[in-house]
């Protein structure tokens, strides 16, 4: 197979084979490096390719192959080391997870209780990260007011999501 034979045959297959390997590996670097190593092998193999019949098939089980071996040796790299050279995974905090789940919905809660006014600029400018002229322009307010409505409710989200923190960490003292 010619040079020219094994470009237009292989290299419209390069988004298809990257995004296997990044699928993969979940690292851009290793994802280009093992597209462009399995070009390789795929070049130095190019007498041999004119038999198979389904290249896009073919080169994505090579990548996919590649991928698997390369994710093995890693794994045999790490496991190959001595213990005070493993990296230390971390431990997922599930109490403190539950709380910050737990304080979003609470959150998110005094949100929706807002007037509508209200919950709309703060949910446009602190969640949704729009300008004021922007916020000002949909509304119909101009930037000044918009600017006293999202303090206001502000003051008021901020008031009532103590008031429920408060409430909330009455009723598990009392109750342990």
Avoid at 41 to 68: F, G, Q, S
Avoid at 90 to 116: G, N, Y
Avoid at 128 to 142: K, N
Wanted: aromatic share 6%; glycine share 2%.
């Amino acid at each position: 197979m010619d040079s020219e034979s094994f470009k237009s045959r292989f290299l419209p297959l390069t988004r298809k084979l990257h995004w296997t390997a990044f699928s993969i590996m979940r690292n851009e670097q290793d994802a280009q490096d093992i597209v462009q190593e399995a070009f390789l092998k795929l070049w130095n193999k190019r007498d041999e390719l004119e038999h198979v019949t389904n290249h896009e098939a073919y080169c994505i089980t090579l990548v996919k192959n590649m991928c698997l071996d390369a994710k093995r040796n890693s794994h045999a790299s790490l496991d190959a080391g001595p213990p005070d050279e493993l990296p230390i995974i971390a431990e997922v905090d599930v109490e403190h997870e539950i709380e910050r789940e737990q304080q979003a919905s609470m959150l998110k809660q005094c949100i929706d209780e807002l007037p509508e006014m209200q919950r709309n600029i703060i949910t446009r400018r602190d969640i949704m990260d729009h300008e004021f002229a922007d916020i000002a322009h949909d509304t119909g307010c101009s930037e000044a007011n918009v600017r006293v409505i999202l303090s206001r409710a502000r003051k008021t989200v901020f008031s009532r999501f103590k008031t429920l923190l408060n409430y909330d960490n009455r009723i598990c003292t009392t109750a342990v």
